[in-house]
């Protein structure tokens, strides 16, 4: 360990010295767990935002990786109106304008990219499209291997997932078709019902096996190193539970507004955006019993325990379980930035909440009176990402005759984005004569000494499902438990008689309403 100013703080630190995995096996070795089935991807709403903005960039970078099967093939669908030529040229800009993109390997990448202009709504174009699958199919052997991509708004997810059955592509093993894979985004519907319904126009065709509930959240390296910290390790799951940690705090903040999305965001709001989702699953990581085995069925029960352990809400909410606000204008990064009501798209009287703090409470025997607080919001002071553990305060101070004041409590901190640290918090001795007190943190920044290619998180989950994997997807009874839980909430706040009072509002570049800042403040610095 060597000394070192800590990140951002005035707190002495300490780093851990990683060390690259001695497995006699280069570190690619840990990209992929064998050969991958042939198959093609098609992605409908190919000319909109996702598609170009993240699916493009992750499966060339994948490509350039070695790490898609061979052959492998896209056919982008949507209403615009291209050729496969133009098509690839309006791609080429748009990975070009994101940054970072090698022609070569582009050229190469290409011609496994096609086009077919498509009317969501027909039968005959989902028709047409089965026949154009055989014809590449033909030309490519990918054993009628097929990913169906739902990356359209989420009013047609289920019009589109209707009619692939209608058109039989959902079966697999028939007429010389392979498996068949269903991708859907969240939003998983806007509450219980609607999730419930679309699930039942989904299993229509498809079986649950067949359906990956995208969370690009849990792709991410360092969520999913929280199982591997907590469950590889012996020393941090013994202290696990009520009798040694205090309270536990989940942070996403962004510095973002809602950029060109406002219509979207205007109907969703950030409990739907952000809670239902990555706030429920970064919970159900660190509350969840360790699974028998690490496999997709087995971790997703245990988290789909979590979501049924959650307290139900009282209703009316009892003061501070919940702090909603939204930004009005401010200042991020030195640039003045108008506020939510303000944003093109908005409406000027607007009550959708952009920040929200939730605390959570698990009904079981590990978490009983542990407060869970789950912090998201837009137009925050810093972007940051973060699972602070809070440890009790040692039961008794020896100390009291020589140290003033209260021993502070350790602190485990889970960096997610954009710092990729682990870092711990503890008391030690400060050198010299006098017994005084010292906090230090000791770091792990999670990429040191790994010098292997580095998967994002569109990455991983678009492998993940080429290669059937679901453990980093929702499961559907995840989806509604977490619905069951959120539900009665977002009802009371969208049906209050006064829903200004419900609302807090904050400037953008700050923590949120003071009430919160209040709250999280300790766990920020
Ligand atoms: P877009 O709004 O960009 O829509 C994608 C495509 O769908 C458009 O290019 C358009 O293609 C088609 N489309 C749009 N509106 C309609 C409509 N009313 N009727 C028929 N077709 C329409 O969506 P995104 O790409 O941003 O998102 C796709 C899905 O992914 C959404 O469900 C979103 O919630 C989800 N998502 C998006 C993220 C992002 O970063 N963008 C992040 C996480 C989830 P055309 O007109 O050519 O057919």
């Given at each position: 360990m060597s000394a070192s100013e800590a990140p951002g703080g005035s707190l002495p630190a300490a780093t851990v010295q990683a060390q690259a995995p001695d497995l006699g096996l280069p570190e690619e070795a840990c990209l992929f767990t064998g050969p991958l089935d042939p198959c093609t991807l098609v992605i409908f709403g190919a000319s909109g935002d996702l598609a170009g903005r993240k699916l493009l960039p992750a499966l060339l970078s994948l490509f350039r990786q070695g790490a898609l099967p061979t052959p492998f093939l896209v056919v982008g669908c949507a209403r615009s109106e291209f050729t496969s030529d133009s098509f690839r040229a309006a791609m080429w800009e748009k990975l070009q304008a994101a940054g970072g993109a090698d022609r070569a390997v582009w050229e190469d990448f290409a011609p496994r990219l096609h086009y077919l202009g498509f009317d969501y709504s027909s039968l005959a174009s989902y028709v047409l499209l089965n026949n154009f699958l055989q014809e590449l199919e033909r030309e490519h052997p990918t054993q009628g291997n097929r990913i169906f991509y739902l990356a359209v708004p989420p009013s047609l997810y289920q019009e589109v997932a209707l009619l692939l059955h209608q058109a039989g592509m959902?079966?697999?093993?028939?007429?010389?078709?392979?498996w068949a894979r269903i991708v859907v985004e969240k939003p998983f519907g806007r509450d219980l019902a609607s999730a419930l319904e679309l699930n039942r126009t989904l299993r229509q065709g498809f079986r649950e096996e067949q359906i990956f509930r995208i969370d690009h959240y849990m792709a991410k390296e360092t969520v999913q190193n929280v199982l591997i910290f907590r469950f590889a390790n012996t020393i941090f799951e013994p202290l696990w539970h009520r009798h040694y940690i205090e309270q536990v705090g989940i942070i996403a903040a962004e510095t973002l507004g809602v950029e060109q999305r406002a219509s979207f965001y205007e109907e969703t709001g950030v409990l739907r955006d952000m809670f239902q989702n990555h706030m429920l699953q970064l919970l159900a990581l660190i509350a969840m019993e360790p699974p028998s085995l690490f496999e997709s069925q087995r971790v997703r029960d245990e988290k789909a325990k979590v979501f049924r352990s959650l307290k139900p809400l009282e209703m009316p909410l009892p003061p501070g379980t919940v702090i909603l606000g939204q930004y009005t204008a401010g200042e991020i990064n030195g640039r003045r930035v108008p506020g939510y009501r303000e944003e093109p798209g908005v409406s000027p009287d607007s009550l959708t909440p952009t920040f929200a703090l939730l605390t959570a409470h698990l009904d079981n025997w590990r978490w009983q009176g542990v407060p869970f607080h789950l912090l998201s919001g837009k137009r925050l002071a810093q972007k940051l990402t973060r699972i602070v553990i809070q440890f009790r305060e040692v039961p008794h101070s020896l100390f009291r005759n020589v140290h003033l004041g209260p021993i502070q409590p350790n602190r485990l901190v889970i960096g997610i984005h954009p710092e990729e640290a682990i870092t711990l918090t503890f008391e030690t001795k400060n050198p010299g004569a006098l017994v005084c007190l010292r906090r230090v943190t000791m770091e792990f920044p999670y990429y040191q000494n790994y010098r292997g290619p580095i998967l994002e998180a569109y990455e991983k989950s678009l492998l993940d499902v080429i290669q059937g994997d679901q453990m980093l997807f929702w499961r559907q009874d995840a989806v509604e438990l977490a619905w069951q839980y959120l539900d009665p909430l977002i009802r009371a706040c969208e049906t209050c008689p006064d829903p200004a009072r419900l609302l807090k509002f904050y400037p953008a570049g700050s923590w949120g309403p003071p009430e919160a800042a209040e709250v999280t403040g300790p766990w920020r610095g």
């Amino acid at each position: 360990m060597s000394a070192s100013e800590a990140p951002g703080g005035s707190l002495p630190a300490a780093t851990v010295q990683a060390q690259a995995p001695d497995l006699g096996l280069p570190e690619e070795a840990c990209l992929f767990t064998g050969p991958l089935d042939p198959c093609t991807l098609v992605i409908f709403g190919a000319s909109g935002d996702l598609a170009g903005r993240k699916l493009l960039p992750a499966l060339l970078s994948l490509f350039r990786q070695g790490a898609l099967p061979t052959p492998f093939l896209v056919v982008g669908c949507a209403r615009s109106e291209f050729t496969s030529d133009s098509f690839r040229a309006a791609m080429w800009e748009k990975l070009q304008a994101a940054g970072g993109a090698d022609r070569a390997v582009w050229e190469d990448f290409a011609p496994r990219l096609h086009y077919l202009g498509f009317d969501y709504s027909s039968l005959a174009s989902y028709v047409l499209l089965n026949n154009f699958l055989q014809e590449l199919e033909r030309e490519h052997p990918t054993q009628g291997n097929r990913i169906f991509y739902l990356a359209v708004p989420p009013s047609l997810y289920q019009e589109v997932a209707l009619l692939l059955h209608q058109a039989g592509m959902a079966e697999q093993g028939v007429r010389g078709q392979g498996w068949a894979r269903i991708v859907v985004e969240k939003p998983f519907g806007r509450d219980l019902a609607s999730a419930l319904e679309l699930n039942r126009t989904l299993r229509q065709g498809f079986r649950e096996e067949q359906i990956f509930r995208i969370d690009h959240y849990m792709a991410k390296e360092t969520v999913q190193n929280v199982l591997i910290f907590r469950f590889a390790n012996t020393i941090f799951e013994p202290l696990w539970h009520r009798h040694y940690i205090e309270q536990v705090g989940i942070i996403a903040a962004e510095t973002l507004g809602v950029e060109q999305r406002a219509s979207f965001y205007e109907e969703t709001g950030v409990l739907r955006d952000m809670f239902q989702n990555h706030m429920l699953q970064l919970l159900a990581l660190i509350a969840m019993e360790p699974p028998s085995l690490f496999e997709s069925q087995r971790v997703r029960d245990e988290k789909a325990k979590v979501f049924r352990s959650l307290k139900p809400l009282e209703m009316p909410l009892p003061p501070g379980t919940v702090i909603l606000g939204q930004y009005t204008a401010g200042e991020i990064n030195g640039r003045r930035v108008p506020g939510y009501r303000e944003e093109p798209g908005v409406s000027p009287d607007s009550l959708t909440p952009t920040f929200a703090l939730l605390t959570a409470h698990l009904d079981n025997w590990r978490w009983q009176g542990v407060p869970f607080h789950l912090l998201s919001g837009k137009r925050l002071a810093q972007k940051l990402t973060r699972i602070v553990i809070q440890f009790r305060e040692v039961p008794h101070s020896l100390f009291r005759n020589v140290h003033l004041g209260p021993i502070q409590p350790n602190r485990l901190v889970i960096g997610i984005h954009p710092e990729e640290a682990i870092t711990l918090t503890f008391e030690t001795k400060n050198p010299g004569a006098l017994v005084c007190l010292r906090r230090v943190t000791m770091e792990f920044p999670y990429y040191q000494n790994y010098r292997g290619p580095i998967l994002e998180a569109y990455e991983k989950s678009l492998l993940d499902v080429i290669q059937g994997d679901q453990m980093l997807f929702w499961r559907q009874d995840a989806v509604e438990l977490a619905w069951q839980y959120l539900d009665p909430l977002i009802r009371a706040c969208e049906t209050c008689p006064d829903p200004a009072r419900l609302l807090k509002f904050y400037p953008a570049g700050s923590w949120g309403p003071p009430e919160a800042a209040e709250v999280t403040g300790p766990w920020r610095g």
